[in-house]
């Protein structure tokens, strides 16, 4: 699906509004009437990207259903900052049960609405724990039945609610409690990956997409689209996070369009088991300028070691780029 | 709530009960920075102020923005060596915003719809003379004009406009704008004494509570050039404004012009027009040396004016001119090198600069600048109180923008003055870097170029060479401009906030911070695309 | 309707006339006949509206059903053993957002060793989950503790698990009276929620709760269960009017009139100790039986009153609390008087499916009766067996696998002991 590039404007492919748009071409985010599904009040840290982009994907699948939505949330940092009682930033119906169960949650919820003849949509989220560790068995299943859910993926790479450990999507090298940068190889490991998304897409459910809070007209045209299906969607967004990676709460987004620049966040969609559609990098970067300001990754600016490993981690990048072509050349965004 | 299990079940959106503001060690602050586009003006325009409008297509609004400042956009679209765009963000990015030519469409949106000046409302009764109807004078008289005071222009020349009219050629600066501009001007009240020069500044004042010298530069400097039986050697000033009377001057075939200036590109290219079939520009140093601006020179080349460097004229007589070559020094100062050679040349055509005509203060002790022309200080008074001077007639760069400039300054504090009051220049907002820009919410939009008469066509004679914009290629322009450090309502600090601590006060009203919630973290500020949030460290 | 039917087929036959909308399904023996038989009348079209999930583990299961149920629909599923373990998470979670979803639990041992058949390790493990835990005595009683089950759930908003014995009543072929749809539909009304994901009406369920209050809803989810303490036998009496029979209640005397000697015990075991009972009664022994249904909420008065002639009293357990002894019997002892605190009996009995005979029980009971039972007695234990595995063991340190050992050891009788 993608977003239509709206040109030549002095600010319009890219700002969440801007005036000189028509409303339907602004984001819902711009929208003062927006759903603002996640509330204020709730004790995210400063700059979390997490607490942003469950703001930007739930509000955008509460517009494009009309607000009939219902929502299932893994436990981790999004369920235990929006709900401490006796107060919840929620302003849709949430459901928090499990760490590891809210893709089947979310089945269940799909299944009542379904019983009960409601034309009610479901929702589900976590973050990369919950969903790519603890959740992944049901989240597979919910999958493979092919459940009508969208299921939205924060990653943030780590385990940060419970004081930043490694999860399976923690970034090869990263530093966190439990992958110190200590000894012969600091930090997390060069492991096979497990990239959730393409599993995701493996499974051959009807629409995969990975996005990022650096792109909200992106990620909302994602979201919008999911809703527009029926059956098991899975959208995997990139959350970064000041405290866990080190980054001065005002950068969060800014390194989030780090992580799309270099390479090492390929943003695609897809559906059925193939990938439809890229995000063109708009101005390549190298690895450092990304890695540079996180500091879970200053270990690799001290030594030679170091440097080989921002090289090993370039060509992960480099290689995301030849297998989604994320540089096209004619392109002009 | 009672029939809910308890604890466990919550209502929703109860959080806003917890006020996070108290989180905050920085508050972001909404801050109006100064665009470099203005902070490098001359005339002291609002440019993205008029910019804001025409983005929207609100031409009308846009021209009443810009006209606070200038008068005339028409005539500035068109002779404004914009150094706005010099100094533009943009630039940085793709190319500048062509600032210029989206005045110009408004001036001539203007001038096609016959938008005229608000009157004032009330007449203060002063009475000011403003000797000189150039740019600098007309500026004044607009500005005094507009708050209320009776405007008396004086002009030695037959006709008003001063070097917008005898100096600068019919290609650049069709007449029949200048005369649309200039009557709008006049239209708010101003009297306009043609034909009048003021020969004694102190006798001419009697009845008038202050004065404006707006007199120019008209004298052209003469360098001695030996030379011998039928030389024709000509002064550009001279033969510019020759152009406006009624016969053309005879340059002959093979005209030489001497000098590195506007001016003397100007005249080459007029030469061209005139039907001299070779136009030479002798300088004595290199281009890259040149005052002239590259635009400029570019099109005098399109023309078929060619460009002689390094050279400085020694002699001339009937029909050839010696020419001896040069050579930069370390200091890049030319050096004679001995070695001559000759050209052949109907005319020689002198532009070597501009005096000032001081005859009409000669009787006024003090009023000289040892730089040259009349002597100001700093809020445009002569040593003469109430009698202030501007444009070319004081020591400054010598182009219609910064006599507008001055215009617009000398009248801001002659109307001090007038009440008994000291003009205060308001305080300068720092400026907006190009630094403080999130560039990465900004597409890459091309510059849209003037379209441009074909330069065969453009010697045959002295139609405009340079087009317009239309409508929509102007609004294009507009909407390139990045709005530096100035709020233009594109909701990126209203979407980015992870705490909903923006709240949108509507079209018009920008946004405000809720500091309830507001936890300071910052995005708002960085992903800002023209840098116009600051954050200010919080008052424990 | 008098049916001859295996015991998991009238239990599914009486959940589907419970009308459950979301039903979820993954496989475990001996619970697999159950899930089969609702699957068969949802696919058949006989039970609708209804989902069946064919769920990837037991955790799904349940937290299938915690969704079902949040949004307002009735939810169950069924599960054993290993099964009832993978999901446990997910069980003291539906209790404590006070789901009232019903699962069917056919008892199964636990391994290590893995093992199939029948004892109450599985639900017993489970006694502080927060769930109802009824224990059904016949295949009769298991279906019509599922119709009480739906209705005391939903007016608790408690989830409750009924309890019967794998194999012995799953796989049994019974004469089963199975209740009409008109008579449940009298009997069990709609399902209410006391909270529910509405979207006209939206509310947050699974706030985090700190030490201001989560002693509170703790309580409160206590003080539920005391309330299914009155409402269980109220239920029984309702539901012996509307269909006339007894089912259900927090316990079931039999013979106790004079009882000196009680025998307590739960689920299918009860047919097998009345015969003994009513052997030893006819040679005239003052003995009863009191059975218990309720084992959460556990009826402390009710087994208290019931026992007013004690003076002995004996738990056959099905599950072995390792360290401690019996588990029943704990709770038992301290529903008693003082006095008899130290007149009683665990037996443990019939783990993993060991055949609880007669003999063996008579044996028992004589012992009990005449005051020289050991306060923990293991029945029919091979103790030639242990002690040969401890002298191995003794002597040993890579002794080897006790289990693979032990069955070394029997040899072929292994095979006759199931």
Redesign the interface.
């Known amino acids: 699906m993608g977003y239509t590039p709206v040109k030549f404007y002095q600010t319009g492919t890219h700002t969440i509004g801007n005036r000189l748009l028509p409303a339907d071409a602004r984001t819902v985010q711009s929208d003062d009437d927006r759903a603002n599904a996640l509330s204020c009040g709730h004790r995210a840290c400063q700059g979390c990207g997490e607490a942003l982009g469950a703001r930007y994907a739930v509000d955008a699948a509460m517009r494009a259903v009309g607000g009939d939505l219902v929502a299932a949330n893994a436990t981790g940092c999004l369920e235990v900052f929006s709900t401490p009682y006796p107060e919840t930033s929620w302003q849709i119906p949430w459901i928090h049960s499990l760490f590891g169960n809210a893709p089947a949650i979310a089945t269940g919820l799909a299944a009542a609405m379904k019983a009960k003849g409601k034309a009610t949509r479901v929702i589900a989220q976590g973050g990369d724990g919950g969903t790519t560790d603890i959740g992944f068995g049901c989240l597979s299943g919910m999958f493979e039945r092919n459940d009508d859910v969208l299921y939205i993926c924060y990653d943030n790479e780590a385990y940060m609610n419970t004081g930043v450990q490694r999860s399976s999507a923690t970034p090869p090298a990263a530093r966190t409690a439990t992958t110190p940068a200590l000894g012969a190889a600091p930090g997390n490991v060069f492991g096979q990956g497990k990239d959730v998304p393409r599993i995701a897409l493996a499974h051959e459910i009807p629409y995969v997409a990975t996005a990022t809070v650096a792109n909200l007209r992106d990620l909302e045209a994602k979201v919008t689209h999911a809703m527009s299906l029926h059956g098991a969607r899975y959208i995997h967004v990139l959350v970064p996070c000041p405290l866990g990676w080190g980054t001065a709460s005002h950068d969060t987004i800014k390194i989030a369009r780090l992580a799309v620049e270099t390479g090492l966040f390929p943003v695609f969609e897809g559906g059925n088991g193939d990938v439809t559609g890229v995000l063109k990098i708009r101005a390549k970067r190298p690895v450092e300028e990304y890695l540079k300001p996180q500091k879970r990754f200053a270990h690799l600016f001290k030594d030679a070691t170091g440097a080989a490993t921002i090289a090993r981690l370039q060509a992960i990048a480099d290689r995301n780029i030849a297998r989604y072509g994320l540089i096209d050349p004619a392109a002009e965004v | 709530m009672e029939h809910k299990p308890f604890a466990i079940t919550l209502d929703v959106g109860s959080s806003r009960a917890n006020h996070t503001g108290s989180w905050r060690s920085e508050r972001p602050v909404y801050a109006d920075h100064l665009p470099p586009c203005n902070a490098a003006c001359p005339a002291g325009e609002d440019i993205q102020g008029w910019l804001y409008f025409a983005e929207e297509g609100r031409y009308r609004e846009a021209f009443d923005s810009l006209t606070v400042n200038n008068p005339m956009p028409a005539v500035m679209g068109r002779v404004c060596y914009h150094p706005c765009e010099t100094a533009c963000n943009r630039g940085k990015l793709d190319s500048a915003v062509g600032i210029n030519a989206v005045e110009r469409f408004l001036g001539d949106e203007a001038i096609r719809q016959n938008w005229r000046f608000a009157k004032p409302s009330t007449q203060t009764g002063k009475r000011v003379l403003i000797v000189g109807a150039g740019p600098s004078g007309l500026s004044a008289a607009y500005h005094l004009a507009r708050r209320g005071h009776a405007v008396t222009i004086r002009d030695a020349g037959p006709m008003p406009g001063g070097m917008m009219r005898f100096g600068i050629p019919k290609y650049r600066l069709p007449r029949d704008v200048l005369d649309a501009e200039i009557a709008r001007i006049l239209d708010l009240g101003v009297t306009m004494e043609l034909n009048t020069k003021v020969d004694d500044i102190k006798a001419a004042m009697q009845g008038f509570d202050a004065a404006f010298l707006a007199i120019g530069a008209q004298l052209a400097k003469r360098a001695y050039v030996p030379a011998g039986e039928g030389a024709r050697i000509l002064d550009a000033v001279s033969v510019l404004r020759s152009m406006e009377g009624a016969e053309a001057p005879k340059l002959g075939r093979r005209v030489v012009v001497y000098g590195g200036g506007n001016t003397a590109i100007d005249v080459a290219r007029t030469a061209r027009r005139l039907g001299a079939e070779e136009a030479l520009i002798v300088y004595r140093r290199t281009r890259d040396r040149m005052p002239a601006h590259d635009f400029e020179v570019e099109e005098a080349v399109d023309e078929g004016v060619m460009l002689k460097w390094l050279s400085t004229i020694k002699h001339m007589e009937d029909g050839k001119i010696t020419v001896e070559r040069m050579q930069l020094d370390d200091k890049g100062f030319p050096q004679p090198t001995g070695t001559l050679e000759t050209l052949e040349a109907d005319s020689l055509i002198l532009a070597l600069g501009q005096d000032v005509d001081l005859g009409l203060i000669k009787d006024v002790p003090g009023l000289v600048s040892e730089r040259g022309g009349i002597d100001v200080d700093p809020g445009m008074m002569t040593k003469l109180p109430g009698l202030f001077a501007g444009g070319d007639a004081v020591p400054a760069e010598r182009t219609v923008t910064v006599a507008m400039g001055h215009g617009k300054k000398a009248a801001a504090n002659i109307d001090a003055w007038l009440r008994g009051q000291i003009f205060e220049q308001p305080a300068k907002h720092t400026e907006a870097a190009f630094e403080k820009l999130n560039t990465w919410y900004y597409t890459d939009a091309p510059h849209q170029v003037r379209a441009k008469l074909d330069a065969a066509r453009r010697v045959d004679g002295f139609a405009e060479v340079v087009q317009g914009l239309d409508a929509d290629t102007a609004l294009f322009e507009a909407r390139r401009c990045l709005s530096c450090g100035n709020c233009f309502e594109c909701d990126n600090c209203y979407g980015v906030c992870p705490d909903n601590a923006i709240i949108k006060l509507g079209a018009g009203n920008r946004y405000r911070i809720d500091t309830d919630f507001c936890k300071g973290c910052g995005l708002c500020a960085a992903e800002c695309p023209c840098g116009a949030i600051d954050m200010v460290p919080e008052q424990i | 309707m008098l049916k001859q039917i295996e015991g998991s087929r009238a239990v599914a036959e009486t959940v589907a006339l419970c009308r459950p ?2 039903v ?1 399904a993954y496989p475990i023996s001996p619970q697999t006949h159950i899930v089969e038989a609702v699957g068969e009348l949802v696919k058949s079209g006989a039970l609708a ?3 069946y ?5 037991e ?2 299961a349940m ?11 009735r ?1 169950y599923t069924a599960t054993a053993s290993q099964g009832l373990l993978f999901m446990v ?2 069980i003291y ?1 539906a209790s ?3 789901l009232p979803i019903v699962m069917t639990v056919a008892n199964r041992a636990i391994g290590a060793p893995i093992n199939i058949w029948n004892d109450h390790s599985d639900a017993l493990s489970q006694r502080d989950s927060g769930w109802i835990q009824l224990f059904a005595e016949t295949n009769q009683e298991a279906a019509d503790l599922h119709i009480q089950a739906f209705r005391l759930a939903e007016a608790l ?1 408690l989830p409750v698990m009924v309890c019967m014995d794998g194999f012995i009543l799953t796989h049994a072929y019974e004469r089963v009276d199975l209740p009409t749809q008109q008579q449940v539909d009298a009997f069990l009304p709609r399902y209410e929620p ?2 529910v ?3 006209l009406d ?9 030490p ?3 002693t ?2 703790r309580y ?1 989810a206590h003080y539920r269960q005391e309330q299914a303490l009155e409402m269980i036998p109220e239920i029984a009496t309702n539901f012996t009017a509307a269909f006339g029979r007894d089912s259900g209640g927090l316990v079931r005397p039999y013979r106790l009139e004079d009882a000196e000697t009680v025998v307590l015990a739960l689920g299918s075991v009860l047919g097998t100790i009345k015969d003994v009972i009513d052997e030893m009664r006819d040679a005239g022994v003052k003995i009863g039986v009191l059975g218990i249904v309720s084992y959460r909420p556990f009826p402390a008065e009710a087994i208290r009153a019931a026992m007013s002639h004690a003076k002995r009293w004996v738990v056959v357990e099905k599950a072995l609390a390792v360290g401690m002894g019996g588990v029943v019997s704990t709770d038992v002892r301290m529903a008693l008087d003082p006095a008899l605190h130290q007149v009683g009996t665990a037996a443990i009995a019939g783990l993993g499916g060991r055949a609880i005979t007669k003999d063996s029980l008579r044996r028992l009971f004589d012992t009990v009766v005449d005051g020289t039972a050991e306060p923990l007695h293991f029945l029919d234990l091979n103790l030639p067996v242990v002690k040969h595995e401890l002298e191995r063991m003794g002597s040993l340190r890579r002794s080897g696998p006790i289990a693979e050992n032990l069955l070394k050891h029997l040899g072929a009788v292994a095979a006759r002991i199931a």
């Open positions: 909308e979301v979820c509206p209804c989902e999930i064919n769920v990837e583990s955790f799904a937290s299938v059903a915690i969704g079902a149920s949040a949004a307002g629909a939810a998470e997910a979670n404590g957002l006070g908003c006391r909270q994901l509405d979207p939206p509310v947050t369920i699974g706030a985090m709760v700190g201001e209050a989560f509170e809803v409160l």
